[in-house]
Protein backbone atom coordinates (compact mmCIF):
# COMPACT_ATOMS: atom_id res chain seq x y z
CA UNK A 1 0.00 0.00 0.00
CA UNK A 2 3.21 2.04 0.88
CA UNK A 3 4.75 1.46 -2.43
CA UNK A 4 1.55 2.37 -4.46
CA UNK A 5 0.66 5.59 -2.94
CA UNK A 6 4.22 6.65 -3.17
CA UNK A 7 4.09 5.03 -7.14
CA UNK A 8 0.16 7.38 -7.58
CA UNK A 9 2.23 10.39 -6.50
CA UNK A 10 5.51 10.15 -8.47
CA UNK A 11 7.83 9.65 -5.20
CA UNK A 12 9.45 6.63 -5.97
CA UNK A 13 12.27 8.55 -5.74
CA UNK A 14 15.89 8.82 -3.57
CA UNK A 15 14.15 12.15 -2.16
CA UNK A 16 10.74 11.05 -1.62
CA UNK A 17 11.48 7.50 0.04
CA UNK A 18 14.02 9.37 2.44
CA UNK A 19 10.87 12.07 3.30
CA UNK A 20 8.80 9.19 3.78
CA UNK A 21 10.75 7.23 6.12
CA UNK A 22 13.70 5.78 4.49
CA UNK A 23 16.94 4.39 5.46
CA UNK A 24 19.96 6.73 5.35
CA UNK A 25 22.81 6.03 7.80
CA UNK A 26 23.48 9.96 9.00
CA UNK A 27 19.80 10.02 10.31
CA UNK A 28 19.37 7.05 12.32
CA UNK A 29 21.37 8.74 15.01
CA UNK A 30 18.34 11.11 15.75
CA UNK A 31 15.30 9.12 13.98
CA UNK A 32 15.88 5.11 14.56
CA UNK A 33 12.55 4.42 13.52
CA UNK A 34 13.65 4.09 10.00
CA UNK A 35 15.40 1.11 10.36
CA UNK A 36 11.50 -0.11 10.36
CA UNK A 37 9.97 1.80 7.93
CA UNK A 38 12.58 1.07 5.66
CA UNK A 39 11.47 -2.45 6.06
CA UNK A 40 8.03 -1.02 4.17
CA UNK A 41 9.51 0.66 1.82
CA UNK A 42 10.37 0.04 -2.10
CA UNK A 43 12.72 1.65 -4.80
CA UNK A 44 10.48 0.50 -7.75
CA UNK A 45 8.90 -2.19 -9.13
CA UNK A 46 11.41 -4.77 -9.67
CA UNK A 47 12.65 -4.14 -5.81
CA UNK A 48 8.87 -4.45 -5.18
CA UNK A 49 8.48 -7.90 -7.38
CA UNK A 50 11.77 -9.40 -6.25
CA UNK A 51 10.71 -8.56 -2.32
CA UNK A 52 6.94 -10.16 -3.24
CA UNK A 53 8.39 -13.28 -5.10
CA UNK A 54 10.97 -14.10 -2.71
CA UNK A 55 8.47 -13.43 0.54
CA UNK A 56 5.95 -15.98 -1.79
CA UNK A 57 8.44 -18.55 -2.39
CA UNK A 58 9.96 -18.56 1.16
CA UNK A 59 7.78 -17.37 3.63
CA UNK A 60 4.53 -19.91 2.90
CA UNK A 61 6.16 -22.73 3.96
CA UNK A 62 8.33 -20.74 6.89
CA UNK A 63 5.10 -19.13 7.90
CA UNK A 64 3.78 -22.65 8.67
CA UNK A 65 6.85 -23.76 10.11
CA UNK A 66 6.98 -20.80 12.89
CA UNK A 67 3.80 -19.70 13.00
CA UNK A 68 2.54 -16.23 11.99
CA UNK A 69 4.12 -14.46 15.03
CA UNK A 70 7.39 -16.53 14.36
CA UNK A 71 7.33 -15.15 11.09
CA UNK A 72 6.66 -11.89 11.79
CA UNK A 73 9.51 -11.75 14.68
CA UNK A 74 11.89 -13.26 12.11
CA UNK A 75 10.86 -10.76 8.90
CA UNK A 76 11.09 -7.77 11.88
CA UNK A 77 14.11 -8.18 12.97
CA UNK A 78 16.25 -9.47 10.75
CA UNK A 79 15.14 -6.29 8.58
CA UNK A 80 16.34 -4.01 11.18
CA UNK A 81 19.68 -6.01 11.48
CA UNK A 82 19.72 -5.64 7.73
CA UNK A 83 19.13 -2.01 7.69
CA UNK A 84 21.07 -1.69 10.59
CA UNK A 85 24.24 -3.67 8.92
CA UNK A 86 23.81 -1.32 5.75
CA UNK A 87 23.96 1.88 7.42
CA UNK A 88 27.06 0.66 8.86
CA UNK A 89 28.70 -0.58 5.99
CA UNK A 90 27.18 2.37 4.12
CA UNK A 91 27.60 5.73 6.29
Do not use: K
Request: with cysteine; charged share 5%.
Amino acid sequence: AVFVWLFWNNEVTSCGLLARGGVWAPSIASEPLRLVSGLFLHGGVSHLVTNLVTQFSIGVQLEIDIGSAGFLALYMITGVIANAVSCSLNP
